[in-house]
């Protein structure tokens, strides 16, 4: 089973500010690395996948990249909507792997 | 737009068997294009997937190892809805329940294996 690591695990910082967040695999992705978002309450909502392509309706303030074993994804200019849990997920083996989330809050 | 909406007890006794439903609209569960799947969500296991049915000429369905023995996932194409069979609960699969669909492609590209759409999520509590 290929296990996702997530860091950092919490990140605080204001609106306006650039986040970057981190997915490290146990074993080579070949790009298949997905990332949603998900709000106290809500279920997740897919912002990127395959690495790079953002969803249907996905702001371009979101991006995603990474190869390998290591994925970034970056939100460059934090909206108060932004300020959520935001989790990576594998396809590329069996099972199917979520990583343990990064919390970005409020500075 | 597609619409996933659950529906389904909250409560399941310990041994008892979990039965929800994911009702669609705007697509169809005998797309060809997608694959339709159960993921859960808790404290202990994060987000898990479950399982998965998908219409491909038949009908398939494709289950984690974690619950293999116990799960049936299953498509009612007359009421466009999919469900979801857990038997043997414990308070182990307590957890948040939720149907989503895989990101729609062409038949010949496979299964996308991510998930564009949710639904609302069900509390599931195994409690006598």
């Known amino acids: 089973e290929v296990v996702l690591t997530q860091s950092p695990a919490t990140l605080s910082l204001s609106p306006g500010d650039r986040a970057t967040l981190s997915c490290r695999a146990s074993?080579?992705?070949?790009?298949?690395l997905a990332w949603y978002q998900q709000k106290p309450g809500q279920a997740p909502r897919l912002l990127i996948y395959?690495?790079?392509n953002r969803a249907t309706g996905i702001p371009a303030r979101f991006s995603g990249s990474g190869s390998g074993t290591d994925y970034t994804l970056t939100i460059s200019s934090l909206e108060p909507e932004d300020f959520a849990v935001y989790y990576c997920q594998q396809r590329s083996n069996w099972p199917l792997t979520f990583g343990p989330g990064t919390k970005v809050n409020i500075k | 737009q597609v619409q996933l909406h659950q529906s389904g007890p909250g409560l399941v006794r310990p041994s008892q068997t979990l039965s929800l439903t994911c009702a669609i609209s705007?697509?169809?569960?005998?797309?060809?294009?997608?694959?339709w799947n159960w993921i859960r969500q808790s404290p202990s296991r994060g987000l898990e997937w479950l399982g998965r049915t998908y219409y491909r000429s038949r009908w398939h369905s494709e289950y984690a190892d974690s619950v293999k023995s116990r799960i049936t996932i299953s498509a009612d194409t007359s009421e466009n809805q999919f469900s979801l069979h857990l038997n043997s609960m414990t308070p182990d699969d307590a957890a948040v329940y939720y149907c989503a669909r895989d990101l729609p492609r062409e038949p010949a590209a496979g299964i996308h294996n991510c998930f564009d759409s949710w639904g609302q999520g069900t509390l599931v509590t195994v409690s006598s």
């Open positions: 395959d690495t790079s």
């Open positions: 074993q080579s992705l070949s790009n298949y």
């Open positions: 705007g697509d169809r569960v005998s797309s060809d294009r997608t694959a």
